[in-house]
């Protein structure tokens, strides 16, 4: 705009052509621009200050500026005004300057417009000088004078009003007026104008009328009506700020140190602010104390709060005592003088009692939280308050039924909060007010009540369906504000209440509605958040935590029920402390369990549910460590607590879905450790144990009705577990955990293993690995019980969807499965016996059939899925499904059990008989009692017989299709266990004693190509790897496994008779094994009794092999699965008495090693060995188990080997050794056979003829080898080996492992050394591969002896000469066998050998090989591809080996075995063992010689390991089973032995050393070159031997 510059130069100059009509034209356009009101008035201000300074400067005249002027004063109402404001500002700036000009120049242009502006306003604003000048007053002094006086006048002059002292006729009148009886028609109004004229008429002060006006109200608080409004309009009359000043000076005058403001003061303020004639902000700064002050006070409390805690947490000595509390009691007297009066609580009780409630909010807004609450009267107040709002709603949906109530009278006060009649009211105010009161709720219990009964109408309200989809929202909004108000009112309300246990039901009674995920919650906040929110909640704290400690203090069993009612006092207001302390406790004494499970029988139902979240705290504790410092075994805290859990939710009425879908969560998470609390729950709940200690009577019962399980089955007597596994069960069914407990647990079985297992001790991986198990057994037991045939069938799924889709292990999945079927097929039977009544038996059999097909068909097709198709050539789905769904119930009546329980219950009968003290009708229900169990007993087991009759109608019809043995018998076999027996003869000791009766079962159904003989040859030849796979528990159930199998196999044994009947003619025990469609016709090719016994003694020899082999490894794992195995089969094993030496000897070892470094281990060992001893008795000897003599020369059943090369299967039956091994290649398998007869009649019979036939091609250039060799060591040792051999060799104890003789010669040691040094060389190979090697040899070896059937007579010749032969020879032989098979492309599993079920790859062998350096082991025929390469390295050990034999000529052989032609068959016998012995002895002599060169320590270490039983053997009067190889010579040493020990058994191996020496001297250059490195090793080895022979003995 242009008046924002100066008026442009222009407009000046032409001003009277332009100028004058463009400066009204730009006032005019400014007078009417109105939007911008302000902006316009400063630029017509500038315009004409811009025209007025031009005359001031001269630029234009003042009369053209006047005439201007004039025109511009219309264009607005105030332009006089502006223009005088002009005026005033160019007064200031003229009189400032010294040109005189300008300040005329202002003076005339004033004196021109004197008609413009009028006198009064330039009078008001120039200056009195220039008023002077104009002419418009006479004297500026006196002006001055004037202006001063009437203001003094004005503003500083009192009226001179009467003040009460002077003249009180007035007041007296006033105080007549308003202390009149109001009740009548008088008005406000009317007293209003009587005031009125009484001040005009006296003169009366107003502000003192005012004050009396406000004294007499105070007097008159009932009469609201008329004096507020009274006030109200005398008000007009002063200044607003007046009345606030008149209550202030009131305040003031009580605020002296001992003044007490009375409560109607506050009420009249608490009224006027309610009706807002005063504003709290002007009252509140006069009160009392300071906001200052009072946080201070607030800080200090907190302080104190600490201080107190400190104090009680602190352990204060006796001495100390006194003086602390002579202290306490001064500061207590000093704290009792009166706090000064704080007017700004009383005012605000004041408000909270007319119901002002936001003026009340805005003072507690001012303090500290809850501090304003602290204070009882306030919490009254407001508490009233609250009653008041929400009574209308409280009457309608929170009056309990049948209870009256006491109505709360509304307030009169129309300014007073809303009452609330819907939930939605209670948002707007209650739920706000509440949250001012916090803890101090606690106050008002009546209130507390009501506000929980209001929640829990309000939550059945929520829960129920019928909401619209906004409804749903708003409802959702306010049950989140009800937690709120939970968490914090209610419950720290409750813990602020003494012990009031009605309170803490109430709550419950809300609480029940939420779920525990929201009720844990709110634990979780008071538990861990609310206790230091509050000075006072602080407070509570300590001191239950000091209470709690004294009552745990004294708490034993004998005063449970004092202390119990101590805790329930305790805990009814604060649960969460005290079970924090209780638990810490527990966790650190177990002993404390009992007594504390005990004395919480006081509790409220809100207490066990915070219990419940205590707990499950507690095992969530992230701090500690769930295993022990040395990592192999659980936490003790963590197995109390579980212990704990168990007993306390079984006892008392606590909600589990909580602690199950934690465990479940931690399952989830991979973490398994807490199973262990779910396992105990189950245990305690529902009574079912899991337990690896039964006995066999228990087993027994657990194999019967449910009757009989609980009477006889297990450990503790279970009574009145119907409600807790009712609870348990409906916990499970109702948050859908169930299925998804077993699912995780069978998936973490393994999970143990390769997830969590990790870096944890192998021990405590087994350890967990069996609690998974266990606890997996356990609940599904529970669930199989408890469930009903609906729950159960609608919550377990499909087989096939179980392990596809759930990954459920095959075991596990038909456990969960089996109840299932079982359920199924009964109510499949009961509908078809309904539905025709047929009660013949047949008839029933029948239906029973039809239903098992009609529910097992389903299932017959899903398992196919499972495994492979080639599975399904061996073995038919249904026979998988039969054996997997079927239990001990389904196969044996155990009658023993049944009666045994019975008696019981008669004793027990007669006992109360004859009880004199017993009152009669006790007796007379006892009686009954017992009676009717009886017939439950009864009853059971009749029904149990028809079950098992109509299951065994139901086998022999479906056995013909069971086993298709497409491929082979032998194939079939190890299906069979593969996939059957071993997963679940590990899975429980009920399915342990099953699989062995299933087995039996199937042998005794007749079962085509089922090769009875054949599976337990399998089960008992190779036990090793089984054993050494087995955790703990495994290893436990696999025992009673092997002892129920070696329980039949021993009653076969027994008796001929028995034999016969059960075995003889029955197509398991036929020899030929080829034949598929055979049923056992030809009773020569059944297995006779006697050979029969012989396999027997194989198996026990076996077994012994194996508990030696795994006692030697010095492997935690091994050792102590083999001796849990060996005391589960000590009643059937060992029956003979050089095995049960051999063992013995072990055993003794071992616990003398153990003692100070695995106790565990010393324990089991001491254990066994003590068990064993006392067995000794029963032990006879060898020629007693089974018949040593041979029988007719002509006898078909030729020569039986006890060799350890497993060769126990008698001649009959090794034509079927060889068939045993079709399990891979027929056709190598015959050739096998063929060249195997040649090898062995060659090699005994025509010694004569050269040794090239041995081999049947496939060894040819190693025998041509041999053979020289063998002629150029003949002289050498020829004359050594003939004493040996000579003497008859019939000492029993050979059968036992070479391991423990005393007289291992040194030489052969050595020569061992050099096998395995190559070896070693060649190929990293472990012992266990080369032992398997040797296995095989010994094994092949056996067979081919086995298989020339035809030509006994030769045989028992070569038997003789083999006798007089030097192992040697056996050992060529076997050599070449084991190449032979190799060769032929397999490695053919052999008669004695069991495939492993637990195949071990050569890489974890070569791992583990320094730690089984030391072991002789046997190795599993399980790998061909190592056995093929330590194969080829054998070829050249074998030989060389024999060069340092050196044998006696083949002449002289034959010539002997003419001679002996006649001798026993008990010579042939020690032969073999000598075989197995020397066998033996060369790999441990392979380990020695190898160490020796590459170790000389480890040597020494592993010879004494190896010669730990010769020092002991020599001692015990060398009754090793490997004593004999050499039967001769040992028998005259074991007789020597007794008197000279350990010299003797030297000096002979000195003297084989130098044999050996001075043989090997004798060898052509042809044989030096091949062998040359192996003698030098060899002599080497030999004197090293001697060297270390001490030392290796003291290691041992």
């Known amino acids: 705009m242009a008046a924002a510059g100066a008026l442009p130069a222009e407009w000046i100059k032409n001003w009277e052509k332009s100028g004058k009509s463009e400066f009204l034209q730009l006032c005019r356009t400014l007078s009417e621009n109105k939007s911008h009101e302000n902006v316009t008035f400063r630029d017509i201000q500038q315009a004409l200050y811009e025209l007025a300074n031009h005359v001031v400067k001269g630029n234009l005249k003042h009369d053209q500026a006047s005439n201007v002027l004039s025109d511009v004063i219309e264009f607005r109402d105030d332009m006089s005004s502006i223009l005088a404001d002009v005026f005033c500002i160019l007064d200031i700036e003229t009189s400032c300057l010294e040109e005189k000009s300008k300040r005329d120049h202002f003076t005339q242009l004033v004196l021109a417009c004197l008609y413009l502006v009028s006198d009064t306003v330039l009078k008001e604003r120039l200056d009195p000088e220039t008023l002077e000048s104009l002419g418009l007053i006479k004297q500026s002094q006196q002006f001055n004078q004037k202006s001063v006086k009437i203001k003094t006048k004005l503003f500083y002059k009192q009226q001179k009003f009467n003040l009460l002292r002077e003249e009180n006729e007035g007041y007296a009148k006033l105080i007549a007026e308003l202390g009149q009886d109001l009740s009548g028609n008088i008005t406000s109004d009317l007293i209003l104008e009587n005031i009125k004229s009484l001040i005009g008429c006296f003169n009366l002060d107003p502000n003192r009328v005012l004050d009396i006006i406000l004294e007499v109200y105070e007097c008159r608080p009932e009469y609201d009506e008329f004096f507020v409004p009274l006030i109200e309009s005398y008000m007009y009359m002063c200044e607003p700020q007046t009345l606030c000043h008149i209550l202030g000076f009131k305040f003031k005058f009580y605020q002296e140190p001992n003044g007490e403001t009375p409560s109607s003061l506050y009420r009249v303020a608490a009224v006027l602010l309610q009706h807002n004639l005063i504003d709290l902000e002007d009252l509140y700064v006069h009160l009392l104390p300071v906001d200052n002050a009072i946080l201070e006070e607030h800080k200090r409390e907190i302080v104190e709060a600490k201080q107190i805690v400190r104090k009680l947490t602190m352990v204060v000595l006796s001495s100390e005592k006194t003086e602390e509390k002579e202290k306490e009691k001064d500061k207590e007297e000093e704290k009792t003088e009166k706090p000064p009066d704080n007017q700004k609580l009383g005012l605000l009780e004041a408000l909270l009692k007319v119901g002002d409630w936001q003026h009340s909010q805005s003072i507690m807004d001012q303090m500290p939280p809850f501090y304003a609450t602290s204070h009882k009267p306030i919490a009254i107040a407001l508490c009233h308050l609250v009653h008041v709002t929400i009574e209308p709603l409280y009457r309608r949906v929170g009056v309990p039924k049948g209870a009256k109530g006491s109505p709360i009278s509304n307030l009169q006060n129309k300014r007073a909060p809303k009452q609330a009649e819907s939930f939605e009211d209670l948002r707007k105010e209650v739920f706000n007010m509440l949250c001012y009161l916090g803890p101090h709720l606690s106050h008002d219990p009546i209130l507390f009540a009501k506000v929980v009964r209001l929640g829990k109408a309000f939550m059945k309200e929520f829960q129920s369906d019928g909401n619209k989809q906004e409804d749903k929202e708003r409802m959702e909004i306010l049950f989140s504000c009800l937690l709120n108000i939970t968490d914090q009112v209610l419950l720290p309300s409750l813990t602020l209440m003494d012990c009031n246990a009605c309170m803490s039901e109430e709550l419950w009674g809300m609480f029940k509605t939420f779920p525990y995920q929201y009720r844990y919650r709110l634990y979780g906040q008071w538990k861990n958040e609310t206790y230091n929110s509050h000075p006072l909640l602080v407070k509570v704290k300590a001191q239950t935590i000091d209470r709690a400690k004294y009552i745990m203090k004294r708490l034993t069993k004998e005063n449970v029920k004092p202390s119990g009612r101590q805790i329930g006092k305790l805990s009814h207001s604060n649960p969460t402390i005290l079970f924090d302390y209780i638990l810490s406790q527990i966790q650190k004494y177990d002993n404390l369990i009992t007594p504390v499970v005990d004395s919480l029988k006081y509790l409220t139902s809100l207490n066990y549910d915070v219990l419940a979240y205590c707990i499950i705290e507690a095992l969530a504790n992230p701090e500690k460590e769930r295993m022990k410092h040395d990592d192999t075994t659980i936490s003790s805290w963590l197995q109390s607590l579980a212990s704990f859990c168990g007993a306390v939710f079984r006892k008392y009425p606590i909600e589990l879905a909580g602690l199950l879908q934690y465990v479940a969560n931690q399952l989830k998470a991979g973490k398994s450790f807490d199973l262990l609390i779910l396992k105990e729950v189950v245990q305690k709940m529902a009574g079912i144990e899991i337990t690896e200690e039964m006995t066999m009577e228990q087993l027994e019962a657990m194999t019967g009705g449910e009757q009989l399980k609980a009477e006889g089955g297990y450990f503790g007597q279970i009574r009145n577990t119907k409600k807790s596994s009712q609870r348990l069960k409906d916990a499970l069914l109702d948050h859908d955990l169930a299925l998804p407990l077993c699912l995780l647990m069978a998936q973490q079985r393994n999970g143990v293993i390769f997830q969590e297992g990790g870096e944890k001790h192998l021990k405590l991986v087994g350890?967990?690995?069996?609690?998974?198990?266990?606890?997996?057994?356990?609940?599904?037991?529970?669930?199989?019980?408890?469930?009903?045939?609906?729950?159960?069938?609608?919550?377990?799924?499909?087989?096939?969807?179980?392990?596809?889709?759930?990954?459920?292990?095959?075991?596990?999945?038909?456990?969960?499965?089996?109840?299932?079927?079982?359920?199924?097929?009964?109510?499949?039977?009961?509908?078809?016996?309904?539905?025709?009544?047929?009660?013949?038996?047949?008839?029933?059999?029948?239906?029973?059939?039809?239903?098992?097909?009609?529910?097992?068909?389903?299932?017959?097709?899903?398992?196919?899925?499972?495994?492979?198709?080639?599975?399904?050539?061996?073995?038919?789905?249904?026979?998988?499904?039969?054996?997997?769904?079927?239990?001990?119930?389904?196969?044996?009546?155990?009658?023993?059990?049944?009666?045994?329980?019975?008696?019981?219950?008669?004793?027990?009968?007669?006992?109360?008989?004859?009880?004199?003290?017993?009152?009669?009708?006790?007796?007379?229900?006892?009686?009954?009692?017992?009676?009717?169990?009886?017939?439950?007993?009864?009853?059971?087991?009749?029904?149990?017989?028809?079950?098992?009759?109509?299951?065994?109608?139901r086998l022999k019809l479906e056995k013909d299709n069971w086993l298709l043995a497409k491929s082979t018998k032998n194939e079939t076999i190890t299906k069979f266990l593969q996939l059957c027996i071993f997963p679940r003869c590990i899975f429980s000791a009920i399915d342990a004693v099953y699989c062995a009766h299933f087995v039996e079962l199937v042998h005794q159904q007749k079962t085509p190509n089922f090769s009875t003989l054949l599976c337990y040859d399998r089960v008992f030849s190779d036990i090793i790897y089984t054993v050494a796979s087995c955790t703990e528990n495994e290893a436990s159930r696999y025992g009673r496994f092997l002892c129920c199998m070696l329980e039949t196999v021993t009653r076969w044994h027994s008796d001929r008779n028995i034999y016969e009947k059960e075995c003889g003619n029955y197509p398991g025990f036929l020899t030929i094994l080829r034949a598929t469609g055979f049923d056992g016709g030809n009773k020569a090719d059944q297995l006779d009794y006697e050979n029969f016994r012989h396999v027997v003694h194989k198996w026990h020899y076996k077994l012994t092999k194996a508990s030696v082999h795994c006692l030697e490894t010095g492997e935690y794992t091994h050792i102590r699965n083999i001796l849990i195995v060996l005391t589960k089969i000590l009643p059937w094993y060992p029956k003979v008495l050089n095995l049960g030496q051999a063992l013995e000897r072990r055993v003794h070892k071992i616990c003398q090693e153990e003692k100070e470094k695995r106790p565990d281990l010393y324990a089991l060992a001491m254990g066994y060995s003590g068990q064993l001893k006392s067995r000794k008795p029963y032990m006879v000897p060898e020629n007693e188990f089974h018949h040593k003599d041979p029988p007719a020369r002509n006898a078909v059943a030729a020569t039986v080997q006890n060799g350890p090369g497993g060769g126990g299967l008698p001649a009959s039956l090794t034509i079927n050794a060889a068939k045993l091994e079709e399990s891979t290649a027929e056709e190598t398998d015959k050739l096998k056979e063929k060249s195997q007869g040649a090898v062995k009649v060659i090699n005994k019979a025509a010694s004569a003829t050269p040794k090239v036939t041995t081999s049947n091609g496939n060894s040819a250039s190693n025998s041509k080898i041999i053979k020289e060799k063998d002629e150029k060591e003949k002289s050498g040792k020829e004359k050594d080996k003939e004493k040996k051999e000579k003497t008859p060799a019939a000492i029993p104890e050979a059968k036992a492992l070479g391991k423990d003789g005393k007289d291992k010669p040194k030489e052969e040691r050595a020569n061992k050394d050099d096998k395995t040094r190559e070896t070693k060389e060649k190929t990293p190979k472990s012992d266990k591969e080369k032992e398997k090697v040797k296995k095989e040899e010994k094994t092949s070896k056996d067979e081919k002896s086995k298989t020339v059937v035809t030509n006994a007579e030769i045989k028992s010749a070569a038997e003789?000469?083999?006798?007089?032969?030097?192992?040697?020879?056996?050992?060529?032989?076997?050599?070449?066998?084991?190449?032979?098979?190799?060769?032929?492309?397999?490695?053919?599993?052999?008669?004695?050998?069991?495939?492993s079920p637990v195949p071990r790859s050569e890489t974890s062998e070569s791992e583990r090989e320094q730690k089984r350096r030391k072991v002789d082991t046997h190795s599993s025929p399980s790998h061909s591809s190592t056995v093929k390469e330590s194969l080829s390295e054998l070829k050249d050990s074998s030989a060389k080996h024999y060069i340092n034999h050196t044998t006696p000529a083949l002449s002289k052989s034959k010539e002997r075995e003419v001679e002996k032609k006649d001798l026993d068959k008990s010579r042939e016998r020690s032969r073999e063992r000598e075989k197995k012995d020397e066998k033996d002895r060369k790999d441990r002599k392979r380990d020695h010689s190898n160490s020796d060169r590459e170790v000389p320590q480890d040597s020494t270490k592993r010879r004494k390991e190896e010669n730990g039983t010769t020092g002991s053997s020599k001692h015990s009067k060398s009754e090793s089973p490997s004593d004999s190889?050499?039967?001769?010579?040992?028998?005259?040493?074991?007789?020597?032995?007794?008197?000279?020990?350990?010299?003797?058994?030297?000096?002979?191996?000195?003297?084989?050393?130098?044999?050996?020496?001075?043989?090997?001297?004798?060898?052509?250059?042809?044989?030096?070159?091949?062998?040359?490195?192996?003698?030098?090793?060899?002599?080497?080895?030999?004197?090293?031997?001697?060297?270390?022979?001490?030392?290796?003995?003291?290691?041992?």
């Not at 239990?887 to 009546?893: F, I, S």
């Not at 056996?1370 to 050599?1375: E, F, G, M």
């Not at 032929?1384 to 052999?1390: A, T, Y």
């Open 1360 to 1395: 003789k000469e083999r006798e007089k032969e030097p192992s040697r020879e056996r050992d060529v032989a076997k050599d070449m066998k084991s190449k032979e098979n190799i060769k032929g492309g397999e490695k053919l599993p052999v008669a004695g050998s069991l495939k």
């Open 1525 to 1596: 190889p050499r039967s001769n010579e040992k028998e005259k040493e074991k007789n020597k032995s007794k008197s000279s020990g350990k010299e003797k058994g030297d000096s002979i191996k000195t003297e084989k050393m130098e044999k050996s020496s001075s043989g090997s001297k004798k060898e052509s250059r042809h044989d030096k070159e091949k062998t040359e490195k192996k003698e030098k090793r060899d002599s080497t080895g030999g004197k090293e031997e001697k060297k270390h022979h001490k030392s290796s003995d003291k290691h041992r």
């Open 767 to 953: 350890k967990l690995y069996d609690q998974c198990h266990d606890t997996l057994v356990q609940f599904g037991g529970f669930l199989a019980s408890n469930l009903s045939t609906e729950d159960y069938i609608k919550r377990v799924p499909s087989i096939d969807v179980l392990c596809n889709e759930f990954h459920t292990p095959h075991d596990a999945a038909f456990f969960l499965s089996r109840p299932m079927y079982a359920h199924h097929i009964s109510s499949k039977y009961d509908e078809l016996k309904k539905a025709e009544k047929g009660n013949k038996q047949q008839h029933k059999v029948h239906k029973y059939i039809t239903s098992c097909e009609l529910v097992m068909a389903p299932v017959h097709d899903a398992v196919i899925s499972l495994h492979l198709p080639k599975v399904w050539d061996d073995i038919s789905p249904q026979f998988y499904a039969t054996f997997w769904s079927l239990t001990m119930y389904d196969l044996a009546v155990p009658h023993n059990s049944y009666d045994r329980e019975v008696n019981k219950l008669k004793v027990q009968m007669k006992a109360i008989d004859d009880n004199q003290e017993m009152p009669p009708n006790k007796k007379k229900k006892e009686k009954e009692r017992c009676t009717a169990l009886q017939d439950k007993l009864l009853e059971e087991e009749k029904k149990q017989l028809e079950h098992v009759q109509r299951v065994l109608q």
